[in-house]
C-alpha cells in the first residue's frame, strides 16, 4: 500500500483519528491530495524530530480541545432541551393558572346571581303558601248565608291585616323581578362566554387616538 492508501483506510476504520503524513514528495499537489484524503499534517522529508514531536503534540492538543468542545457542546444541547421542556412546563402552568383563575371568575359571576335567585325563590315559595293560606281562610268563610255575610266582610278585613295583602302582593313583584334578573344576567354571561368560544363577537369601534 502507498501512505495515501494508508491514510484512506485508516480514515475510513478509525474516523477522526489524528494523522500526520510523512512523505519524501513535497509538491503541493502531493500536499493536496493528502489533505484532502483527510490528514491533519503534512510533513515532507527530510524533518527534524523536534518539528515532527511539536506537530503531533499540537495535534493532541487540538484533539483534546475538539472532544472538550463536543462535550460542551452536548452539555449546552442537554441544558436547551431540559430549558425548552421547562418553558414548555412553565407555559403550561401558566395557561392552567389562567384557566383556574377563569374558571374561579365565571363562577363567581354565575354564583351571585343564581345565589338571588335561589333566595328569592325560596322566599317566593313562603310568600305563596302564605297567599294560598289566606285563600283558603276566605273559602271558609261564609258567603252565602245572608245573615253571617256582615261577620264574614269583618273576618276578611282582619285576615288582610293580618296577612297584609297589599305588602304581600308588593314582596311578589320585588322577588319575581329578583329571580328574572339573576337568570338574565346568567343567560348573557353563558351566551357571551359560548360567543367567545366560537369566535363570533360582533366588531366594535376603536379610537386610534386614545
Same mark, same amino acid.
Given at each position: ?53 511539536? &506537530? @503531533?503534540?499540537?495535534?493532541? !492538543?487540538?484533539?483534546?480541545?475538539? $472532544?472538550?468542545? +463536543? *462535550?460542551?457542546? =452536548? %452539555?449546552?444541547? &442537554? @441544558?436547551?432541551?431540559?430549558? !425548552?421542556?421547562?418553558?414548555?412546563? $412553565?407555559?403550561? +402552568? *401558566?395557561?392552567? =393558572? %389562567? ?112
Amino acid at each position: 500500500l502507498s501512505g495515501l492508501d494508508v491514510l484512506r483506510y485508516v480514515r475510513e476504520q478509525y474516523g477522526e483519528l489524528p494523522v500526520i503524513v510523512l512523505s519524501a514528495r513535497n509538491s503541493d499537489r502531493d500536499k493536496v491530495s493528502g489533505l484532502d484524503l483527510g490528514a491533519d499534517d503534512y510533513v515532507t522529508k527530510p524533518f527534524h524530530p523536534r518539528e515532527l514531536v511539536a &506537530r @503531533a503534540r499540537s495535534l493532541v !492538543r487540538l484533539r483534546a480541545l475538539q $472532544l472538550e468542545l +463536543a *462535550e460542551q457542546n =452536548a %452539555a449546552l444541547e &442537554r @441544558a436547551l432541551e431540559h430549558l !425548552r421542556q421547562t418553558e414548555v412546563a $412553565l407555559v403550561q +402552568a *401558566e395557561r392552567l =393558572a %389562567a384557566v383556574g383563575e377563569l374558571a374561579a371568575g365565571i363562577a363567581h359571576e354565575v354564583n351571585n346571581p343564581v345565589n338571588f335567585a335561589l333566595n328569592s325563590l325560596r322566599m317566593l315559595k313562603d310568600t305563596v303558601k302564605q297567599v294560598r293560606e289566606f285563600a283558603s281562610r276566605v273559602q271558609a268563610l261564609e258567603w252565602r248565608d245572608l245573615a253571617k255575610l256582615p261577620d264574614s266582610a269583618r273576618e276578611l278585613e282582619r285576615l288582610e291585616s293580618e296577612v297584609g295583602l297589599g305588602e304581600v302582593g308588593a314582596t311578589l313583584d320585588e322577588l319575581v323581578g329578583i329571580v328574572i334578573e339573576g337568570l338574565d344576567r346568567t343567560s348573557r354571561l353563558v351566551r357571551d362566554l359560548r360567543d367567545f368560544g366560537a369566535g363570533e363577537r360582533e366588531p366594535e369601534a376603536v379610537d386610534l387616538r386614545v
